[in-house]
């Protein structure tokens, strides 16, 4: 199975997971142009969504909130990337949801990690370690 993300100027396909549509802060890479320039980066959705999770029971918006807020704003889930990933995860078993009031008393969703999540998490984790260590790697010796 494959997906598809469209950006401003591209089609990208991923097999399996879905891509997460990060957008890089031109505040936060110093740059002085006015608009954020969208960019992909493949694999790190369900890790996100899962790491935001193991905090405790979270509304969709609150978890796009916190994983902007705990980048710096160099990172922002856009809800066609987030809600979709939520709803897989969820059919996975990772997580589990119901729902409630919100803090301004509106229903929502609330999702929180399962057992099963959390293992996935550690695998998760485990692997993009490994990816990073190899980037790191290749930046030394290049």
């Known amino acids: 199975m494959s997906t598809s993300l469209q950006t401003r100027n591209s089609s990208v396909k991923s097999p399996l997971t879905p891509p997460l549509a990060f957008v890089y802060s031109p505040r936060y890479l110093g740059s002085n142009m006015g608009k954020a320039k969208p960019d992909v ?4 959705l369900d890790l996100l969504i899962l790491k935001t999770l193991t905090r405790g029971r979270q509304h969709g918006y609150g978890i796009a909130v916190h994983i902007q807020q705990v980048s710096k704003d160099a990172l922002r889930v856009e809800e066609g990337s987030l ?8 059919q996975d078993g990772w997580i589990k949801s119901e729902w409630g009031a919100s803090e301004n008393n509106r229903k929502a969703k609330f999702y929180s990690i399962t057992p099963s999540g959390r293992r996935q998490l550690a695998r998760e984790e485990k692997k993009w370690e490994h990816l990073t260590s190899a980037v790191a790697t290749v930046l030394r010796f290049a």
């Open 41 to 44: 980066l493949q694999g790190t």
């Open 83 to 90: 809600y979709p990933a939520l709803h897989r995860i969820e």
